[in-house]
């Protein structure tokens, strides 16, 4: 069956660094891969969206990879800010144009002053 | 634009009660979810609709229906409110199909704030 993994483990890092999210996956061949911001107590919120054939999407402060021979996306966040500090969620598409999406079950991100 | 709104905010049940969550959305979006997400697991889906008048079961359907009259209403009914079904509700929206390949306009689900219940 369809797994994702991210990594349950909260991430801690220093304000400033540059913070990684890994989203791996098994038995799935996504057309497209999304990552999401999740605050405490709201619903999640769209950042970014990598199709099968991009390598690397970049936007602001934020850069998302997809590697299909590895099953892996990478989430970073450059000159990270305790404003960012959330749970992030990687979500896959399928292909076909159907938009039934299988979501990770995220990783939360401290951003320490 | 108000985007998805659901209601209530919370809500306690006691087992064998029955309620609906409402959700609306004003951004004319095809595509409807349900979704809940427990502590340390993903979101779940639990019914979704690609139009008005049209539903699908998701992941975890058992428990509860759906209808779509409208575009923009799409309320999750809860039969017989069991312990299991403790979790915190989602509703998002989606533009729906914009051709053969993803976009990222029709594929963004937009979420709603979420509604907790509880059954004891």
């Known amino acids: 069956s369809q797994k994702i993994e991210q990594n349950s483990e909260a991430l801690n890092i220093q304000e400033g660094k540059t913070a990684t999210l890994t989203c791996n996956y098994t038995?799935?061949?996504?057309?497209?891969l999304q990552w999401y911001r999740q605050d405490p107590g709201r619903g999640p919120v769209f950042l970014l969206l990598?199709?099968?054939?991009?390598k690397e999407k970049r936007k602001e402060r934020l850069k998302v990879t997809f590697d299909t021979t590895l099953k892996q996306s990478l989430f970073h966040i450059t000159a990270s800010q305790p404003a960012d500090s959330a749970t992030y969620l990687c979500?896959?598409?399928?292909?076909?144009?159907?938009?039934?999406?299988?979501f990770g079950t995220g990783t939360k991100l401290q951003v320490i002053p | 634009n108000a985007g998805v709104t659901q209601t209530p905010k919370f809500r306690i049940l006691k087992i064998g009660q029955s309620m609906t969550l409402q959700c609306t959305q004003d951004?004319?979006?095809?595509?409807m979810y349900w979704y809940r997400q427990d502590p340390g697991m993903g979101l779940k889906l639990i019914y979704y609709?690609?139009?008005?008048?049209?539903?699908d079961k998701g992941e975890v359907p058992n428990g509860y229906n759906v209808s779509r009259s409208t575009t923009e209403d799409f309320p999750l009914r809860l039969e017989l409110a069991a312990p299991s079904q403790t979790s915190v509700y989602f509703c998002?929206?989606?533009?729906?199909?914009?051709?053969?390949?993803?976009?990222?306009?029709?594929?963004?689900?937009?979420f709603g704030p979420g509604t907790r219940l509880t059954v004891l």
């Open positions: 998002a929206s989606s533009y729906g199909k914009g051709g053969p390949l993803p976009t990222v306009r029709g594929d963004t689900q937009y």
């Open positions: 038995n799935y061949s996504p057309a497209y």
């Open positions: 990598i199709r099968e054939n991009e």
């Open positions: 979500a896959l598409g399928p292909s076909g144009g159907y938009q039934k999406v299988t």
């Open positions: 951004m004319n979006h095809n595509y």
């Open positions: 609709s690609v139009g008005a008048g049209i539903t």
